[in-house]
């Protein structure tokens, strides 16, 4: 069938055919004919764009088209990486990068082809003999001195998805003006007879458990109370890498640390990337936690953990009073670390005043009291644990990086890593159920403790699905339309100011005043009440949804009341998603 008479995107005619005329293989252009012949609307979604950098670098289902995650659309943003890395160090006499992958499908084929390409364009590239967590990767960047790398994940994202997470020489995830540069160096590529892919024998160097030694090392030095984890070691702990690259080295650390209980998941042990026990890999959702959980009901287990495929998220359950399982959503998880943390270095007098904590802007505001509370520093950051690294770059030298996190379940300890690091926050959860076992508590007493003394705060989040080219148009007329008719209410509470982050101004609606927001300009807006509620509203930067948070605060006087407090927060959260018709 002929491409160009099919009722589609001009622009995914004129990918297509570029394919089928290019230097691509056969069995490709056949899935094109194929596609063209029987489902072009398919053809339209592969190839109606490029792929783009959002939050989490290059994301995509796995396919053929400019628009999927394949051999081709790697090997060309890996080339684009090249040009742009190469024009950013010239005259360096040896430019270097480091690859690593998760368990995913074909992850470590295009971990090889992006080891290729970057060596064919002069890199000496350190590739990790097998899969790795994303944050050993961030770690690598800065051991080896690279100037980029590149980690193949797509996160927790469904098993038809697949990644490309490139980093900068500061161990970040790129950011602007780099994320944006290396998208337009990857569109002046027109065919892929552009990609270098003959890597010089030699320039590509296997690294494997010498480099984990020194990262499980340096997250040993985390530890605040290593007297307390030997005297209580045998906290019973459950953990499951949902058939990710977390039972590669979050086990072991754990046994590094002296945690001598420790109970896998054995089902969920083994690394797939069709993930056969989980609807998806995400700890967020109850579901992928459920295998955990069980095996913690019938050992009586004291604490749960959970890392998603690339292990840079982490989901905790905790038991109740009543002898009940409890999820922690992000928001508390980060809670309970910082509060933790910080405790610790005001009992040991570390701190001196110059400390910071970071989180974003759609994290709950209960981590920044407790750090102002102990006189720590807070910075607010976009969605996006690159703009924490980014922060981090930006004070290197003048102030001192305590932790940062933020509400979808990634925390940073410290800043060797400069991104979310499962390794190190499953280490410190562990290391505070041992801490909480001497003080006669359990990690929930924790929560609860914290909730009396800073304010009982509650979040939600609901995600509206819109998939494809439509879809995406459609999300995008709605923050139009937010835009151009804010509510005046939620819930009859009036709003009295209006973030905008795309304008980058805050406007008080009682006064009329203006102020401009010190940030990069992100298409999100949020609305304030006037009892102190917050609802933010943000297109997701790597999936094809809009998102929406709420935050609702409520006051916890005694430990007997929280599931009456708890009840009440969620209708007050249900309240305001049904006053804005998401339910």
């Known amino acids: 069938m002929d491409i160009q008479s099919l009722n589609i995107d001009p622009s995914a005619k004129l990918n297509a055919q570029a394919w089928l005329d290019g230097a691509y293989d056969d069995a490709t252009k056949q899935a094109i004919r194929d596609m063209a012949a029987n489902n072009p609307n398919e053809l339209n979604e592969s190839f109606y764009r490029h792929l783009e950098f959002g939050t989490g670098g290059l994301r995509g289902i796995m396919g053929v088209g400019t628009n999927r995650m394949n051999r081709y659309t790697v090997a060309m943003a890996t080339q684009g990486l090249a040009n742009y890395t190469r024009s950013q160090f010239p005259g360096e006499k040896e430019l270097r990068a480091a690859v690593s992958h998760d368990s995913r499908n074909h992850s470590r084929e295009f971990a090889e082809i992006t080891a290729n390409v970057l060596a064919a364009n002069g890199f000496h590239v350190y590739l990790f003999d097998s899969m790795r967590p994303t944050p050993e990767l961030s770690f690598a960047v800065r051991h080896f001195r690279c100037h980029t790398g590149v980690m193949l994940t797509a996160s927790h994202n469904p098993k038809e998805y697949n990644g490309y997470k490139a980093y900068w020489s500061d161990g970040c995830q790129l950011t602007a003006p780099h994320d944006t540069a290396v998208i337009d160096e990857?569109?002046?590529?027109?065919?892929?007879?552009?990609?270098?892919?003959?890597?010089?024998?030699?320039?590509?160097?296997?690294?494997?458990?010498?480099?984990?030694?020194?990262?499980?090392?340096?997250?040993?030095?985390?530890?605040?109370?290593?007297?307390?984890?030997?005297?209580?070691?045998?906290?019973?702990?459950v953990y499951t890498p949902l058939h990710g690259t977390g039972i590669t080295l979050i086990p072991r650390m754990l046994k590094q640390l002296g945690f001598t209980n420790v109970n896998v998941v054995e089902e969920q042990a083994v690394p797939d990337g069709n993930f056969p026990t989980t609807p998806s890999p995400n700890p967020e959702e109850r579901a992928a936690m459920s295998m955990a959980v069980d095996l913690a009901k019938r050992i009586d287990a004291d604490i749960v953990f959970a890392s998603d495929p690339d292990a840079d998220r982490v989901g905790v359950a905790v038991k109740r009073p009543d002898g009940e399982w409890m999820l922690l959503n992000g928001?508390?998880?980060?809670?309970?670390?910082?509060?933790?943390?910080?405790?610790?270095?005001?009992?040991?007098?570390?701190?001196?005043?110059?400390?910071?904590?970071?989180?974003?802007?759609?994290?709950?505001?209960?981590?920044?009291?407790?750090?102002?509370?102990?006189?720590?520093?807070?910075?607010?950051?976009?969605?996006?644990?690159?703009?924490?690294?980014?922060?981090?770059?930006?004070?290197?030298?003048?102030?001192?990086?305590?932790?940062?996190?933020?509400?979808?379940?990634?925390?940073?300890?410290?800043?060797?890593?400069?991104?979310?690091?499962?390794?190190?926050?499953?280490?410190?959860?562990a290391e505070i159920a041992a801490w909480a076992r001497e003080n006669g508590k359990t990690f929930f007493d924790v929560l609860v403790d914290i909730y009396k003394q800073y304010g009982f705060y509650k979040e939600g989040l609901v995600s509206v699905v819109r998939k494809g080219k439509a879809g995406a148009e459609e999300i995008q007329q709605m923050m139009r339309d937010y835009r151009a008719n804010p509510p005046a209410?939620?819930?009859?509470?009036?709003?009295?100011?209006?973030?905008?982050?795309?304008?980058?101004?805050?406007?008080?609606?009682?006064?009329?005043?203006?102020?401009?927001?010190?940030?990069?300009?992100?298409?999100?807006?949020?609305?304030?009440?006037?009892?102190g509620n917050k609802v933010t509203v943000r297109p997701s930067g790597t999936e094809p949804k809009i998102k929406y948070y709420f935050s609702v605060k409520g006051e916890l006087c005694c430990r007997d009341c929280f599931d009456k407090e708890n009840a009440a927060l969620d209708a007050k959260i249900e309240a305001i998603k049904q006053d804005m018709h998401l339910v």
């Open 186 to 237: 990857v569109l002046k590529i027109k065919a892929v007879s552009d990609v270098r892919m003959d890597a010089p024998e030699g320039s590509i160097e296997i690294v494997g458990d010498e480099v984990d030694r020194i990262y499980l090392d340096r997250i040993e030095h985390n530890a605040l109370n290593p007297d307390l984890i030997r005297k209580h070691h045998d906290v019973k702990i």
């Open 489 to 531: 209410a939620i819930c009859g509470d009036p709003v009295v100011m209006l973030k905008d982050y795309q304008t980058l101004e805050s406007r008080d609606l009682r006064t009329g005043r203006v102020e401009k927001i010190d940030l990069p300009k992100s298409n999100v807006l949020q609305f304030f009440t006037a009892s």
């Open 331 to 429: 928001n508390q998880t980060m809670s309970v670390l910082l509060y933790y943390i910080l405790r610790q270095w005001q009992e040991k007098q570390m701190l001196t005043g110059n400390e910071y904590v970071v989180k974003t802007i759609v994290t709950s505001e209960l981590p920044a009291d407790i750090a102002l509370r102990a006189g720590v520093k807070v910075y607010d950051v976009l969605t996006g644990f690159k703009f924490i690294g980014g922060k981090i770059r930006e004070l290197e030298g003048k102030e001192t990086f305590i932790a940062g996190g933020e509400e979808s379940y990634g925390y940073m300890i410290g800043d060797f890593v400069r991104d979310k690091d499962a390794v190190a926050a499953c280490s410190m959860i």
